[in-house]
């Protein structure tokens, strides 16, 4: 049973474009989004992160929209560049003292062309 | 930095054989876990652990087997490797905190012909 949705597989933008990547969770009681960012070769590493009582926020060009209602989430980058090639994975969990169940998207591989 | 160290980067074993895969962190996180990534399938949880000695079910815990004897380190065991285990293991740390960031180490690529 997937519990995250992710969507597109696979995305490719011209240098400059502005990709987007959704996500769809089923379980309310998830109240941590966050997005880990992965190269060929190396493990996942954080993004940026989002609780549901704000709608957006954004590190850099990276921005995480979030849809509480539609229990949706999207993850923007701006003036994308060929260095943000790479996977890309959503997850939610639900806060427990001391430690964090993450569930992951299937992931989103993208390809920015110069 | 936070560094999570998996002993090996490719390994290739056989049907039926008893498999350790090795995960050293530096940082004192009391939180480690094991993941398997399969493409199409993303990350899923094996297993974790919040304290040495202690572990947790992920959601697929068949076939595997954990230890925790010390802090710093976590071994997923693959008790009778079968070829569907055959996938990319991914070791992680995190302190002891609500919401606190996953430290990846940069997997295992273990391969059972």
Same mark, same amino acid.
């Given at each position: 049973? +997937? +519990?995250?949705?992710?969507?597109?597989?696979?995305?490719?933008?011209?240098?400059?474009?502005?990709?987007?990547?959704?996500?769809?969770?089923?379980?309310? *009681?998830? /109240?941590?989004?966050?997005?880990? +960012?992965?190269?060929?070769?190396?493990?996942?590493?954080?993004?940026?992160?989002?609780?549901? /009582?704000?709608?957006?926020?954004?590190?850099?060009?990276?921005?995480?929209?979030?849809?509480?209602? *539609?229990?949706?989430?999207?993850?923007?980058?701006? /003036?994308?560049?060929?260095? /943000?090639?790479?996977?890309?994975?959503?997850?939610?969990?639900?806060?427990?003292?001391?430690?964090?169940?993450?569930?992951?998207?299937?992931?989103?591989?993208?390809?920015?062309?110069? | &930095?936070?560094?999570?160290?998996?002993?090996?980067?490719?390994?290739?074993? %056989?049907? $039926?054989?008893?498999?350790?895969?090795?995960?050293?962190? &530096?940082?004192?996180?009391?939180?480690? =876990?094991?993941? %398997?990534?399969?493409?199409?399938?993303?990350?899923?949880?094996?297993?974790?652990?919040?304290?040495?000695?202690?572990?947790?079910?992920?959601?697929?815990?068949?076939?595997?087997?954990?230890?925790?004897?010390?802090?710093?380190?976590? !071994?997923?065991?693959?008790?009778?490797?079968?070829?569907?285990?055959?996938?990319?293991?991914?070791?992680?740390?995190?302190?002891?905190?609500?919401? !606190?960031?996953?430290? =990846?180490?940069? $997997?295992? %690529?273990?391969?059972?012909?």
């Amino acid at each position: 049973q +997937q +519990q995250v949705k992710q969507s597109p597989q696979s995305l490719i933008v011209q240098k400059g474009g502005i990709p987007i990547i959704n996500c769809a969770y089923e379980n309310t *009681a998830f /109240d941590y989004f966050p997005w880990y +960012q992965q190269f060929p070769g190396k493990g996942p590493a954080l993004l940026i992160a989002i609780r549901p /009582d704000v709608s957006e926020k954004k590190e850099g060009r990276f921005t995480i929209s979030f849809n509480k209602s *539609a229990k949706q989430f999207s993850l923007h980058i701006m /003036d994308s560049q060929p260095g /943000d090639s790479a996977t890309y994975f959503c997850a939610a969990s639900r806060s427990r003292r001391g430690f964090q169940k993450l569930v992951f998207g299937t992931g989103t591989r993208l390809l920015v062309s110069p | &930095d936070v560094k999570v160290t998996q002993s090996s980067r490719y390994l290739v074993k %056989r049907t $039926g054989e008893k498999v350790f895969l090795e995960c050293v962190q &530096d940082m004192d996180h009391e939180n480690m =876990f094991w993941y %398997r990534q399969d493409p199409g399938l993303g990350l899923r949880l094996i297993y974790f652990s919040y304290d040495v000695k202690m572990k947790e079910k992920g959601d697929i815990p068949e076939g595997y087997s954990v230890s925790r004897e010390k802090k710093e380190r976590f !071994s997923l065991i693959l008790e009778s490797a079968s070829t569907n285990q055959t996938s990319m293991y991914l070791c992680a740390s995190s302190l002891g905190q609500s919401n !606190s960031p996953l430290h =990846f180490g940069n $997997g295992t %690529r273990l391969t059972v012909t």
